[in-house]
């Protein structure tokens, strides 16, 4: 059974570092991309990072470029977002998921995680 278990969400300050964690288990992740994607509340979700299953190529919004980073470790199936200078619009419900696709598009994602809350106070 698939499944992608995220990690790490919560209460920071702005200005301030958070790291979460997307947990594979089913696959391993040199078969699918995995993609970080957000939700902040009346908003469409949002693809924000990706991390292929080859050589480790990345892809990151402008909105997120420079601050955040995406990182996997294999022995662990598990991926990271590092999240720096975080900003009150960053603010959202982050999930994981793994696409079959090199796409940071929903639609074209095959497995969704359950997300975790990221609130950014000013």
């Known amino acids: 059974q698939v499944q992608l278990v995220e990690s790490g969400g919560g209460l920071v300050q702005a200005g301030g570092s958070l790291r979460l964690s997307c947990a594979v288990t089913g696959f391993g992740l040199e078969k699918y991309a995995i993609g970080w994607f957000r939700q902040a509340p009346g908003k469409e979700r949002e693809g924000i990072s990706l991390i292929g299953y080859g050589d480790g190529t990345t892809y990151y919004d402008d909105s997120v470029k420079g601050r955040f980073t995406i990182s996997r470790d294999n022995a662990k199936n598990t991926v990271y977002l590092q999240m720096n200078s975080l900003k009150p619009e960053d603010t959202a419900v982050y999930s994981c998921?793994?696409?079959?696709?090199?796409?940071?598009?929903?639609?074209?994602?095959?497995?969704w995680g359950q997300g975790t809350l990221v609130t950014v106070s000013s």
């Open positions: 998921a793994a696409t079959w696709l090199w796409s940071i598009h929903a639609k074209d994602v095959d497995y």
